[in-house]
């Protein structure tokens, strides 16, 4: 069984049916329309649900910011309201204050603070 082939031919292969330019497929330059349609739409689809889950998780770092900006404003409205103070009317008090006492005066806004009630002095004299 002679085969014609070119090139030389050797037992254990396979000899050459034609030549390597008409074996050797080209692939295409350019995609189809409908393939470069597709690619489009499953490109914009998957970009869609990047932003959309970016969105998700921006919305709900800034829900959980606010959260805790309202959280430390609270916690800090009511450390004013249970704190205890003592208005200082007298200005020379201040000036006569060491620095230790000095650091501890702090100066608020009493507008919306009620004053506290003043108990009246005892009377001297007998009790009855």
């Known amino acids: 069984a002679e085969q014609f082939a070119m090139g030389k ?3 254990w292969k396979d000899a050459h049916k034609g030549r390597a330019s008409s074996t050797t497929a080209v692939p295409q330059l350019r995609a ?6 597709q690619a489009r739409a499953e490109r914009t689809a998957v970009m869609a649900a990047q932003h959309e889950a970016e969105e998700t998780i921006r919305s709900s770092k800034r829900a959980e910011r606010e959260a805790r900006l309202a959280k430390e404003k609270k ?8 704190m205890q103070y003592q208005v200082i009317s007298n200005s020379s008090k201040i000036k006569k204050m060491s620095k230790k ?12 603070v009620a004053p506290k009630p003043v108990m009246p002095a005892a009377k001297k004299g007998k009790t009855k």
Do not use: H
Not at 32 to 37: Q, V
Not at 75 to 82: A, P, Q, R, T
Not at 105 to 110: A, L, S, Y
């Open 9 to 11: 031919v050797r037992k």
């Open 32 to 37: 189809s329309w409908d393939t470069r349609i």
């Open 75 to 82: 916690k800090e409205e009511n450390k004013l309201k249970g």
């Open 101 to 112: 006492q000095l650091r501890q005066v702090r100066k608020m806004d009493t507008t919306g």
